[in-house]
């Protein structure tokens, strides 16, 4: 290395930020992420007993994916190399995977190909990746942001071990800030920085689980905090809340966890739980999701989860969307709120999901002779005289407006589809349909 690449890199190291100073360099200063990396967990072991193969980590920013492969790096006796999908491509592929094959046969040592946000790497560079990972010349970790099982081509994820690292827990982020705190060289510690209990606790909070954005908001609070006479730069809540100024929002309208969020709504509403409904639809609006995406799903939950224990959720929730048209956003937030709420607080029945799907299994899988020829349509002219409605009994001419006949086919006429529940309104229509149909009592 000359002087003036040396110059450089010393130069760059002293302005990095925070959190690529803090960078841990092995097992012992890394925090969270305990149900792979815990103690004699797969990950950990693999890593101490330098038997890695291939992987994907997959997970949110900050979590530590980087860090984890950098440590294996620093620890394996396999050749290191790294890329990034953005600024890489098929070239730079082929020549790692030439190396790794000329370390491995003169020297007989295994190469580590670290590919950072594989996920942008289209179906053609992963394909070019396969061979060289089937036959073991390269040692794969991927690290994604997307749900790799989206984005990441099936042979590739069957010869991976997929590893998901969560967003960190509090008192491992609050664990990371405190070393950066009272390290001297990489750290915080040469400015004699002193934080608040409340804006630590903030910092925290904010975070959402990522450490970078920890990291770099601290770091932010100290340098442009000036010291007191004392020499002590104290991080007062105010400093902090004007470093961190919103809470990082990890959400990709097109991505996996725009699934995940929906998912966690909708069965908020499905669990009767009004107050995580409103969490998980202020969490959406807060993103920019489109609430008419929201809407539909409202419309759809009115009826899988409500159903008939109270037939007007689903007159709620459309009205709700046609009024979010009208309307628009930010006062549509509102109506949203609206129809989630008289949803997840509504007596619930999944009766009429679970008939209709038993209802297309039957037809997909069963003959069942057609329609009778009595409920035929017989309004056109030669109908009667092929035996179109023959012996059909009309409904409205008998009490009650009701007469007993069989509407199913002839090898199905006592199976039973819908089976209302006891909750809501439905009580009251499982109670009728007993009375007109003898198949249903004690069933």
Do not use: C
Not at 136 to 163: K, Q
């Amino acid at each position: 290395m000359d002087i003036i690449q040396y110059s450089w890199e010393q130069e760059l190291a002293q302005k990095s930020p925070l959190a690529l100073k803090m960078r841990p360099e092995n097992l012992d200063d890394f925090f969270g992420q305990e149900d792979i990396l815990g103690e004699g967990k797969l990950l950990r072991r693999l890593i101490q007993a330098d038997r890695f193969s291939s992987a994907v980590f997959y997970g949110p920013p900050g979590t530590g994916k980087t860090t984890a492969a950098r440590i294996i790096a620093q620890t394996s006796k396999a050749r290191f190399f790294q890329l990034n999908a953005v600024m890489s491509g098929v070239k730079d592929i082929k020549e790692v995977i030439k190396k790794a094959k000329e370390l491995l046969g003169m020297e007989g040592q295994r190469t580590i190909l670290f590919i950072d946000e594989i996920h942008r790497f289209n179906k053609a560079q992963q394909d070019a990746l396969l061979p060289s990972v089937e036959e073991g010349t390269v040692i794969l970790i991927g690290a994604t942001t997307e749900n790799p099982y989206f984005t990441v081509i099936s042979p590739l994820l069957s010869r991976s071990t997929v590893f998901p690292f969560k967003p960190l827990e509090n008192q491992d982020i609050e664990k990371i800030l405190e070393r950066a705190l009272k390290d001297k060289n990489r750290g915080m510690a040469s400015y004699n920085p002193h934080l608040e209990p409340e804006a630590l606790k903030h910092i925290v909070e904010r975070s959402n689980g990522d450490a970078r954005v920890a990291l770099n908001a601290l770091e932010l609070a100290v340098l442009t905090t000036e010291p007191g006479k004392d020499g002590i730069r104290l991080i007062t809540l105010s400093a902090a809340e004007e470093s961190i100024q919103g809470k990082a929002v990890r959400y990709d309208r097109q991505g996996d966890n725009h699934f995940d969020v929906i998912s966690a709504f909708i069965k908020s509403i499905r669990g009767s739980d009004p107050d995580a409904a409103l969490y998980w639809l202020a969490f959406m609006i807060n993103a920019g999701e489109d609430p008419n995406f929201i809407a539909r799903r409202l419309v759809i939950s009115a009826s899988e989860d409500v159903g008939n224990a109270d037939p007007r959720a689903l007159s709620v929730a459309v009205s709700a969307a046609q009024a979010l048209q009208m309307i628009g956003m930010p006062e549509g937030r509102i109506i949203l709120a609206q129809a989630a709420t008289y949803l997840a607080s509504a007596p619930k029945s999944n009766a009429s999901y679970l008939g209709i799907n038993q209802a297309l299994e039957e037809v997909k899988v069963k003959s069942s002779g057609g329609v009778p020829p009595y409920l035929k349509d017989a309004s056109y002219p030669g109908a009667r005289k092929m035996g179109h409605g023959k012996g059909y009994k009309y409904p409205h001419d008998y009490a009650g407006n009701f007469v007993l006949q069989h509407y199913l086919p002839q090898g199905i006429r006592e199976k039973i589809y819908y089976r209302p529940s006891e909750n809501g309104e439905e009580k009251m229509i499982k109670w009728r349909l007993e009375k007109l149909w003898p198949k249903r009592k004690g069933r």
